[in-house]
């Protein structure tokens, strides 16, 4: 019986040192933020990693992050848990957890701030009856973090820079170079790189006299890719060289301006016939001599009304601040005169359209069928018609304009 009372006294000892190791087993968390730069230049991205370290204990999924520079002034993307580190030292598990993020600052100047992270720590907790998991809420500060962001140079800043910072390839490709004088012909200018992308924009094409160039639009827009369209036409047979294009970028690694020209093909000129371009332009944006454009006579009659009526209110609205006194009755006169004009302006702009559009017709710049599309005009939509050009007729609602087959609107 002593035998038994005493091998049982020596298991109670184990259990006591065994449960005092485990402890007493070192337990230590820290964080440290990482910036890839601490002097970039204005508005270039980097990265910022967030490291974890813990010894003998966990941390739950819920991490929280105060004291964050404002949007103002350090611009942060999500961050991104990477793959986890995990080693074995003695008795203890090392563990380093890494998060990622991208960040871009705005402004020039000195950025210092010191993040604290909430956390959950998750401890394993020994007893005589086995082990239990037990969560406590910490907050662990971080060391402080100093970024100076430095201005892009100024000094041999190209024209064609227009804010990429990063680095970026560029290239163009022409709808064709066989074409006809008047036809029309897209360039597609791509761009598509690494880095600050946001104020980019298409190179300018410059002003000539054998080009007609029309404003550049978006075609696509994704994280690291830009796609421009601009349509050109040529108006005469010597317009054989599309100017070549710059796109510039300021390189951050390089701390200095890329500049990438590209150049065309010479344009092959064959004998179909097309329109001048003068005719297929809206009357208001047609220069020189050319076919003129008839205007819907309904139009110009209540322009001539709408101005009758406005010059008749203004004269009896004279004649009776000239009759009365008193400021009172003078203000009451103006305030009358102002409302009506006001409502003979207006008013009739809200009436319904007189016009319906008898099938979906896809709308263009111009009245030719080479002409770009613009909208789409759906069938059974109520119109005005403003001009008319031959078969068609440029037509507008409350939103959208632009020219269709004159048989595609009815009255």
């Known amino acids: 019986m002593k ?23 070192e337990e230590t968390v820290a964080a440290r933020f990482i910036p890839s730069k601490t002097n970039p230049f204005r508005n270039e991205i980097f990265e910022i990693t967030l490291e974890i370290i813990t010894t003998g204990i966990d941390i739950g999924s819920e991490i929280g992050i105060k004291s964050l520079p404002p949007k103002e002034v350090l611009l942060l993307t999500g961050f991104e848990e990477m793959q986890p580190e995990r080693s074995v030292q003695g008795n203890r598990l090392k563990s380093i957890r890494k998060f990622k993020t991208s960040a871009r600052s705005p402004n020039a100047g000195t950025i210092v701030f010191s993040p604290t992270l909430e956390l959950q720590i998750i401890r394993r907790r020994p007893s005589f009856f086995g082990s239990f998991w037990e969560e406590n809420q910490a907050e662990i500060k971080t060391e402080k973090i100093i970024i100076e962001t430095r201005e892009v140079p100024f000094a041999g800043r190209p024209s064609s820079f227009s804010g990429g910072i990063g680095k970026f390839m560029f290239d163009v490709s022409v709808s064709s170079y066989n074409v006809a004088t008047g036809e029309i012909i897209k360039i597609q200018y791509l761009i598509k790189g690494k880095g600050y992308m946001d104020p980019i924009t298409a190179p300018e094409f410059p002003e000539s006299a054998e080009f007609r160039s029309y404003p550049v639009k978006i075609i696509k827009s994704e994280e690291n890719t830009r796609v421009f369209e601009r349509i050109i036409i040529p108006i005469s047979k010597n317009a054989t060289n599309i100017p070549p294009c710059v796109f510039s970028y300021f390189d951050p690694e390089k701390e200095n301006y890329i500049s990438i020209t590209q150049r065309f093909q010479q344009i092959k000129f064959h004998d179909q016939k097309i329109e001048k371009i003068e005719k ?51 203000l009451v006169i103006i305030a009358i005169v102002f409302l009506l004009i006001i409502m003979t302006i207006y008013i009739p702009r809200l009436a319904s359209p007189p016009f319906t559009i008898t099938e979906e017709t896809k709308a263009r710049i111009a009245p030719s069928f080479s002409a770009e599309k613009t909208v789409i005009f759906q069938k059974g939509e109520k119109v005005w018609i403003k001009e008319e050009y031959r078969d068609w007729s440029r037509v507008i609602s409350r939103n959208k304009m632009g020219w269709i087959p004159s048989k595609a609107v009815q009255k």
């Open 3 to 25: 035998r038994i009372c005493f091998q049982l006294y020596i298991l109670c000892v184990f259990m006591v040192f065994g449960l005092f190791a485990q402890q007493t087993t």
């Open 280 to 330: 297929y332009l809206p009357q208001e944006s047609r220069t020189g001599e050319g076919i003129p454009v008839k205007s819907i006579a309904g139009e110009s009659v209540r322009g001539k009304i709408t101005l009758v009526v406005i010059s008749a209110i203004l004269i009896v609205g004279c004649a009776l601040l000239l009759s009365v006194k008193g400021w009172k009755h003078k």
